[in-house]
């Protein structure tokens, strides 16, 4: 059975960061894009970053691109996301996901987390 579980969500403020952990388990990374994304409630969903399978040119939403950092460590079958200069409109609930497809994970991914909580305080 395939599982993500994300970590590291919490209060924050304004121009701090944070770094949020996936830990999977029923899957290896070494087959699957893996990615994050973002939901605040009554807003629509938003892709915030990918990567593929070879890990080569990662994608970032316009919201954060320059500002957060996805990566992830196969033999752990860990997905992280470091958050930089976080500003209040970063405020959502946090999923990381994976598919066997880049385009897919960014979009309708096969597999989703549960979410963490991020909240950044002006």
């Known amino acids: 059975q395939v599982r993500l579980m994300e970590s590291g969500g919490g209060l924050v403020q304004s121009g701090g960061s944070l770094r949020l952990s996936c830990t999977t388990s029923?899957?290896?990374?070494?087959?699957?894009?893996i990615g994050w994304l973002r939901q605040a409630p009554g807003k629509d969903r938003e892709g915030v970053a990918c990567?593929?399978?070879?890990?080569?040119?990662?994608t970032y939403g316009h919201r954060v691109k320059g500002r957060f950092t996805i990566s992830r460590d196969n033999a752990k079958n860990t997905v992280f996301l470091e958050m930089n200069s976080l500003k209040p409109e970063d405020t959502a609930v946090y999923y990381c996901?994976?598919?066997?497809?880049?385009?897919?994970?960014?979009?309708?991914?096969?597999?989703w987390g549960q979410g963490t909580q991020v909240t950044v305080s002006s």
């Open positions: 990567m593929s399978t070879p890990e080569i040119s990662p």
């Open positions: 996901a994976a598919d066997g497809s880049l385009g897919r994970v960014a979009a309708n991914p096969a597999y």
């Open positions: 029923g899957l290896s990374l070494d087959n699957y894009a």
